[in-house]
């Protein structure tokens, strides 16, 4: 068990070795910034907010389809037909009042389904068009963020080799002093 655990930490140290190693180029350290900001990924966040809040906007232009069903039992206790009624009635309808005397429930079920569809509406195009301009907003600002975080580590980076090279010319300065003495 403890090979296994030695093995994997000596790899894992391999992979963070090669990966320091490849993040002193000025392209790697900004690719790396970009893929971890968290700004960018607020940006990102605000654009796909930004493209539902007009996918939205935009479904509310569509046919609308409202439905609705409903069903009822009426229940009857006993239906009694006086036998006046049987004189009143032709002889052909006299079966249908049999019929009746023996219905003991009544079913009855509806359905109803209405489309709508928008012709014209000022403040649907006004949301449209103001769902476009956030949309384009917030493209702006991703844009802006990415250009803000690659002028501040090539800044970073500059200035570290600037260092580096005062470093060196310091380390210098001193070998020769130390010479001279």
Do not use: C
């Not at 090979?3 to 000596?10: A, E, H, S, T, W």
């Not at 769902?131 to 384009?136: D, F, I, L, N």
């Amino acid at each position: 068990m403890k090979g296994r655990v030695l093995i994997l930490f000596m790899f894992s140290f391999g992979l963070f070795m090669q990966n320091v190693s490849g993040q002193t180029e000025l392209n790697n350290l900004i690719g790396y910034a970009l893929k971890h900001s968290h700004e960018i990924q607020k940006a990102d966040f605000q654009i796909q907010e930004a493209n539902y809040m007009h996918k939205e906007a935009l479904g509310k232009g569509l046919p609308q389809i409202d439905g609705s069903t409903s069903y009822s039992i009426m229940m009857f206790n006993k239906i009694n037909i006086p036998a006046s009624v049987y004189n009143m009635v032709p002889a052909e309808y006299a079966p249908m009042l049999n019929k009746l005397n023996n219905i003991d429930k009544l079913y009855s079920a509806s359905a109803d389904l209405q489309v709508t569809q928008l012709i014209y509406s000022q403040s649907y195009w006004l949301g449209l068009q103001t769902t476009k301009k956030a949309q384009e907003l917030y493209s702006i600002l991703k844009n802006k963020n990415e250009e803000e975080i690659i002028a501040e580590v090539a800044n970073g980076y500059y200035q570290a080799g600037s260092l580096m090279l005062q470093l060196n010319t310091i380390e210098k300065s001193v070998k020769n002093l130390e010479g001279n003495l």
